[in-house]
């Protein structure tokens, strides 16, 4: 039995931040002044500002400098990316809002500035020779601007408005002021519709499994595939240690850990999330469950620019006594005895949940000049959690260097170090927890009424440990030979060390007699299960996109690519029990050695594919794509896969016709996407194995082991997606998403005929499943006056998944956990009481009947069989907050922007003359579930 009900972690209080400047000390808000977006083609591009080879050929060079506000509150905008059109020089605005680039060629230039959730601008301005040049920019505030650049895998990326999908983007850096998230899953968190984050448990060190769009595979992950800066990353959930033997108690639901939670949200500039086949077929076999990009901040021109932060917060079991049940049950003389354990133990002085603390402490540097440009930051993390097993302690390190060695070549590296020991506790098996809730007084008084034994046990006995070392590097190399040809070459690698232990210690002469009903010495002597992985991924990744206009108004743009991946999984378990005495808690001072197990999976994916998208009047966009995959786990008769795309967008709102409704309808794009892609199979499900067994006389032999399937192909998903994206009276911004979801050929294991000699199941395409839904995203300026603003957010989203077809299964899963045509992908099902008879006397209950089924009338429970209860994926799911701007500086003369002290974009609604320093110690707290 499992439970999920406990304390969530809070990050509660954001000290303070600092921003240094050359000599200027300013207080900001966390990450306001960091340099977070590029200045090339788009963000994943090189974000060095001057290419070095460009300068020496310029002999006449002046500066640029400015203010970006916001049009209607007039208040400082952070985080701005400020470009001269046709170089790569640029700059990113600080927590003030100004910028300055240097060594602008003199004569004519035009700037571009372009933020997350503003339209794009531009500007001419006139630089002379050895002279500044101002050029300040209001930015008018859109959801969605059709000019901003995703990465979409092309090189260069795309533009939104030639997209016929949808894709997600979230500003990392306004999420994190808004909301103090301590992991990447919690950033995540319902700022994407149909993207479902689920918490497996609210301890320190666990993290969550991710759905986007509901579930659609039978058998196989549901979890979507993550890349950083390019590079594809191990994203495994559900980490951590196995138990020694079967008699581990401890180890029960350890596993709770994610590899998500090793990427630290505050070096993280954007997340963009693709949704489903129809926008994620060049990604190929794997990214049938969506994508999700992270691009990370990068640096940019100027003198070093640090910041420093610290985050003091507090964990707390909220209500525990409250919200834990409260039993009840008779006594010898029929008195009625409540018992809350969780009360019991708080009014004897030995409260079972205390409060804990979270404190971090971050630090970057920012900068650049000439043709480098670099960014470096580093975080340290101590949790305490609610109970004294579980706590952990993180170190992470992030640095960007980007180069650019001539006025055609950038070249960016990106490398990310964490290092973390997690003690990840208990809260299933025979933790305080569960023992609380289903235990009485009266049951178990030995145990104070605990169910199974006494919360003192487990705090001070089993420790669930992780030990992480990981490393994610890689390199972009971009070239642009010609006006109308870029390519790019990613190369990079993500390694994990993972050193995951179960423990149990020996159990002294105070704790020994509790665990005599568990299994006496057996139990009380300790054991210990160590896990060690050791996981690979290397990435290979070419693509290259040429431009051509054909005629006035039609333009072509025609892109080609591969796709090498390579995951590496190396596994060994070993465990011992029995420890001899107290202190000793190592696999080698067990008297009872386990049988090692080790394990290593290789998998490859080489992909192939082809895109061509046509515009006219960069209006109507028509785009085709063509991807071509082999796996190292299809069969061996089935080699290449080939997953189409089709999609169109269409701004309508640029029409001639549409001038006259503009001023209510500002922007309309329509859109639609046909797609497919896919999921291997599990990597030796194709293979005839056989398994290493001893014979009789001692010599070496082998046993079967499964029979394989030579025809073995991946799970193939094809989805239609319609919606539309709009702005109306120039403060109502909506994106709508309507996908209906079709997989076929979904992995199921049949049991094979023992005369083949091969027992046990084989793994085979038979099962057919289909989901559908909508999305609606939206974002509303309640309030745009000159220094005060006001604005309402909120998603919702509906998914609905069903079997199509098992094959010859009744139903694939278990009794309680199954999947069964008509019905929803791996729903609950339970015997349903429907009736009873009570005895006005005694109160007796008998004659109990439960669902007969389908069709049919209520029976005995004994002879009733079970019957659909519900879904594990929400049906509906939705999202809301309110967030606000206000200063009382005054307005700078010439601009009529907001002064320098003013704040970027504080998070909270109250106005304040120092509304920096109000933010920077008002961070706003999560309250535990």
Request: charged share 15%; aromatic share 8%; net charge positive.
């Amino acid at each position: 039995m499992t439970s999920t009900l406990g304390p969530q972690r809070s990050r509660g209080l954001r000290i303070a931040t600092c921003l240094v400047a050359g000599a200027q000390l300013v207080l900001a808000p966390s990450g306001a002044g960091a340099e977070t977006l590029t200045a090339g083609p788009h963000r994943g591009n090189s974000p060095v500002r001057a290419a070095a080879g460009a300068e020496r050929r310029v002999r006449f060079a002046g500066t640029v400098a400015g203010l970006v506000t916001d049009s209607r509150t007039r208040l400082a905008l952070a985080g701005v990316l400020l470009e001269v059109q046709g170089t790569r020089l640029g700059a990113t605005t600080g927590a003030d809002g100004r910028y300055r680039i240097a060594g602008v060629p003199a004569g004519s230039q035009v700037l571009v500035a372009r933020r997350i959730g503003y339209t794009s601008e531009r500007q001419t301005v006139t630089v002379a020779d050895n002279q500044q040049a101002t050029a300040d920019f209001r930015l008018e505030a859109a959801a969605y601007s059709l000019e901003q650049v995703v990465v979409t895998g092309t090189a260069g990326g795309e533009q939104r408005r030639s997209l016929g999908n949808s894709v997600a983007v979230i500003d990392a850096p306004d999420a994190l002021a808004q909301s103090a998230a301590p992991n990447l899953g919690a950033l995540l968190n319902a700022r994407a519709p149909g993207t479902i984050v689920t918490p497996n448990t609210g301890r320190i060190g666990a993290g969550p499994t991710i759905q986007i769009r509901g579930r659609s595979t039978l058998s196989l992950s549901s979890e979507p595939i993550v890349y950083i800066d390019g590079v594809r990353v191990n994203n495994a959930v559900n980490q951590g240690p196995s138990g020694a033997g079967a008699a581990s108690f401890g180890s029960q639901n350890s596993q709770t850990a994610s590899r998500l939670n090793d990427i630290n949200p505050e070096d993280i500039a954007s997340i963009e999330v693709i949704k489903g086949p129809a926008a994620a077929t060049i990604y190929g076999t794997e990214a049938a469950n969506g994508v999700i990009q992270i691009i990370t901040k990068k640096g940019g021109s100027g003198a070093a620019r640090w910041t420093a932060s610290t985050e003091q917060g507090t964990v707390s079991f909220y209500n525990s006594t409250g919200r834990m049940p409260t039993n009840y049950r008779k006594d010898a003389s029929g008195n009625i005895v409540a018992w809350n354990g969780i009360q019991q133990e708080a009014d004897s002085g030995r409260p079972v949940f205390t409060t804990g603390r979270t404190q971090q402490y971050s630090a970057a540097v920012s900068g650049g000049a000439n043709a480098l440009s670099y960014y470096v930051s580093g975080t340290h993390s101590d949790d305490e959690g609610v109970e004294p097993n579980n706590y952990g302690k993180e170190f992470s390190g992030h640095a960007n260097l980007s180069i650019a060695p001539s006025s055609t070549v950038d070249i960016v590296t990106s490398l990310n170090y964490v290092r973390s020991s997690m003690h990840l506790g208990a809260d299933a098996g025979v933790s305080p927890l569960l023992s609380a809730m289903i235990g009485h007084i009266l049951l178990n008084p030995v145990n104070r009424g605990f169910q199974y034994v006494p919360p003192e046990v487990p705090q001070r006995l089993y420790d669930n440990m992780q030990f992480i070392n990981r490393f994610t590097g890689g390199v972009t190399v971009s070239h642009r030979p010609t006006s109308w040809y870029s390519h790019r070459l990613i190369m990079g690698m993500d390694f994990t060390s993972d050193d995951s232990r179960a423990l149990e210690r020996f159990a002294t002469p105070d704790l020994a007699p509790y665990l005599a009903p568990l299994g006496g010495p057996s139990v009380s002597g300790g054991r210990i299960g160590q896990t060690l992985r050791n996981n690979t991924f290397m990435t290979g990744e070419y693509n290259g996109t040429a431009k051509a206009r054909l005629t006035h108004s039609v333009t072509s743009t025609s892109s080609v690519g591969w796709n090498y991946i390579r995951k590496q999984l190396n596994t060994s378990f070993l465990g011992s029990t029995n420890f001899p005495a107290p202190g000793l808690e190592t696999v080698s001072s067990g008297t009872l050695t386990l049988p090692g197990v080790q394990g290593i999976t290789v998998n490859t994916t080489l992909g192939l594919w082809g895109q061509q998208q046509f515009g006219w009047n960069d209006r109507l966009f028509l785009t085709g794509a063509l991807r071509l995959d082999n796996n190292s786990a299809f069969g061996e008769d089935f080699k290449w896969v080939k997953y189409p795309k089709f999609s169109a967008a269409d701004v309508r709102s640029e029409e001639k016709f549409w001038a006259g409704l503009a001023k209510a309808v500002n922007t309309l794009k329509l859109r639609a996407a046909y797609g497919q892609s896919g999921t291997q199979p599990d990597a030796f499900a194709a293979l005839r194995t056989f398994v290493s067994a001893g014979r009789a006389n001692g010599e070496s032999g082998v046993t079967p082991g499964s029979f394989g399937n030579a025809n073995l192909k991946p799970e193939r998903g094809k989805e239609l997606e319609l919606g539309f994206e709009t702005e109306l009276f120039n403060r109502l911004s909506l994106d709508f998403s309507y996908f209906s979801k079709h997989t076929t050929d979904a992995i199921l294991l049949q049991q094979t005929a023992p005369s083949g000699g091969f027992p046990g199941t084989q793994a085979v395409n038979v099962g057919e499943t289909k989901n559908h839904g909508f999305e609606l995203q939206g974002n509303y300026q309640a309030l745009a006056l000159n220094n005060l603003a006001w604005e309402l957010n909120g998603n919702v989203a509906t998914n609905r998944d069903e079997v199509v077809d098992l094959g010859a299964l009744a139903f694939a899963g278990s009794t309680n956990v199954r999947s069964v045509v008509g019905y929803a992908i791996s729903g609950y099902w339970s015997k349903k009481v429907v009736s009873a008879d009570r005895d006005p006397t005694t109160s007796a209950i008998s004659n109990i009947l439960c669902d007969g089924g389908p069709g049919k009338a209520a029976m005995p429970c004994a002879a009733a069989p079970v019957v659909f209860i519900g879904t594990p994926t929400p049906k509906l799911t939705g999202w809301s907050t309110s967030s606000g701007a206000a200063t009382c500086s005054t307005p700078t003369r010439g601009s009529g922007a907001a002064s320098p002290a003013s704040s970027a974009r504080p998070s909270t609604g109250r106005r304040s003359i120092r509304p920096s320093i109000w933010r920077a110690f008002n961070r706003p707290r999560s309250t535990p579930a």
